[in-house]
């Protein structure tokens, strides 16, 4: 069972990590589904003295940049780990499902092999989002597909909107 820690408590976790875990897209990598990137200031001030394992799950999994938007079908990224909704292009519903969670295993194994405990990720994206992400296109509250699996496998996670 993971544990629910409070902002608090997450953010006290990330000034102690020596090891940080980050969206590719706000350390300045151009990998976004539009092409560009979201460099964060307020992310990499918080980031400062850190080893950062710089991570884009769904290039990494193939998608190419710049890439159709994609959205989750019928739940949240708990339920597409559970084969129970979809990751699906917006406009065409042209199904990643598989990519999404390859990167998601993707991002896990980056976490294993560098020891990661902590990791600061992009909010609402199908992926990273882990307050809020986009589903049968609208945001609703909850964790895409990547932040869902870290959290599951006990890592804590911090928006970029929560620095
Ligand atoms: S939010 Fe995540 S998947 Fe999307 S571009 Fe940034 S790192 Fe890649």
Same mark, same amino acid.
């Given at each position: 069972?993971?544990?629910?820690?409070? $902002?608090?408590?997450?953010?006290?976790?990330?000034?102690?990590?020596?090891?940080?875990?980050?969206?590719?897209?706000?350390?300045?990598?151009?990998?976004?589904? #539009?092409?560009?990137?979201?460099?964060?200031?307020?992310?990499?001030?918080?980031?400062?003295?850190?080893?950062?394992?710089? *991570?884009? &799950?769904?290039?990494?999994?193939?998608?190419?940049? &710049?890439? &159709?938007?994609?959205?989750?079908?019928?739940?949240?990224?708990?339920? *597409?780990?559970?084969?129970?909704? $979809?990751?699906?292009?917006?406009?065409?519903? #042209?199904?990643?499902?598989?990519?999404?969670?390859?990167?998601?295993?993707?991002?896990?194994?980056?976490?294993?092999?560098?020891?990661?405990?902590?990791?600061?990720?992009?909010?609402?994206? &199908?992926?990273?989002?882990?307050?809020?992400?986009?589903?049968?296109?609208?945001?609703?509250?909850?964790?895409?597909?990547?932040?869902?699996?870290?959290?599951?496998?006990?890592?804590?996670?911090?928006? #970029?909107?929560?620095?």
């Amino acid at each position: 069972m993971t544990v629910e820690l409070t $902002q608090e408590e997450r953010l006290a976790a990330l000034r102690e990590a020596s090891v940080v875990l980050v969206s590719a897209c706000l350390f300045g990598e151009a990998c976004r589904y #539009d092409g560009k990137s979201k460099g964060s200031n307020p992310v990499m001030r918080a980031l400062e003295g850190k080893e950062l394992v710089p *991570v884009c &799950p769904e290039t990494g999994a193939g998608l190419g940049i &710049p890439r &159709p938007a994609v959205e989750l079908r019928g739940g949240t990224g708990e339920a *597409v780990l559970a084969g129970q909704a $979809q990751a699906v292009v917006a406009a065409t519903g #042209d199904d990643r499902t598989a990519a999404f969670r390859y990167g998601a295993e993707l991002a896990l194994e980056a976490v294993k092999r560098f020891g990661v405990k902590v990791a600061v990720l992009k909010e609402r994206s &199908p992926s990273c989002g882990s307050q809020g992400t986009h589903v049968n296109g609208q945001v609703v509250r909850g964790r895409g597909v990547t932040a869902a699996l870290l959290h599951s496998a006990g890592v804590i996670i911090l928006s #970029d909107e929560e620095l």
